[in-house]
T-cell receptor, first 114, second 114 residues
């Protein structure tokens, strides 16, 4: 039973435009959410996170939005660049600062077209 | 500073054989995690070590999997006997303080069981 869902296996966006990656979760205990980026043959690398007490967190071109009532979060990348082409994983945890293992989604393969 | 390293990068074995995966965490990182991604599925948490102790092994699929971390440094994950469904990418991550953002992932070991 998947607790973190990324329903779009892939997404193609033109360079310079906005990329929006979506993630839904089912476990109400999740309180902290993270996005990871993964290039081929590499491990995931942390990108940005958000706590449930916030509805938005911004870091440069990356912004994560959280709608707790809808159990939905999204990652916005603007403007999209060729180097953003990668697989993006949404992950969740019970609380910020915890050392527990993360619960991941299946990932969305983002392709930035020139 | 060297990142998390995993050995081997690829392994192809036959059903019924034994395989041992190794993870060397970043020096000084007490927390070590194993994750697995089966083809097309989410990255799933397997277990978490704090130094040499198993903090959480709730994600281990069955008793064919044995993880050790003798001396609290590197860790091994043994699969014996391997089954077809064990194929996937096994990621190791380490963290010094246990915070989610600071889980640094290795490149993974790609295991194929034939």
């Amino acid at each position: 039973d998947q607790q973190v869902k990324q329903n779009s296996p892939s997404l193609s966006v033109q360079e310079g435009r906005i990329s929006i990656l979506n993630c839904d979760y089912t476990n109400s205990m999740f309180d902290y959410f993270l996005w990871y980026k993964k290039y081929p043959a590499e491990g995931p690398t942390f990108l940005i996170s958000i706590s449930s007490i916030k509805d938005k967190n911004e870091d440069g071109r990356f912004t994560v939005f959280l709608n707790k009532s809808a159990k939905h979060l999204s990652l916005h990348i603007v403007p999209s660049q060729p180097g953003d082409s990668a697989v993006y994983f949404c992950a969740a945890s019970d609380y910020e600062g915890g050392a527990d293992g993360l619960t991941f989604g299946k990932g969305t393969h983002l392709i930035i077209q020139p | 500073e060297a990142g998390v390293t995993q050995f081997p990068s690829h392994s192809v074995i036959e059903k019924g054989q034994t395989v041992t995966l190794r993870c060397d965490p970043i020096s000084g990182h007490d927390n070590l995690y194993w994750y697995r991604r089966v083809m097309g599925k989410e990255i799933k948490f397997l277990l978490h070590f704090v130094k040499e102790s198993k903090q959480d092994e709730s994600g281990m699929p069955n008793n064919r999997f044995l993880a050790e971390r003798t001396g609290g440094t590197y860790s091994t994950l043994k699969v014996q006997p391997a089954e077809l469904e064990d194929s996937g990418v096994y990621f190791c991550a380490s963290s010094q303080d246990g915070y989610q953002e600071t889980q640094y992932f290795g490149p993974g070991t790609r295991l194929l069981v034939l």
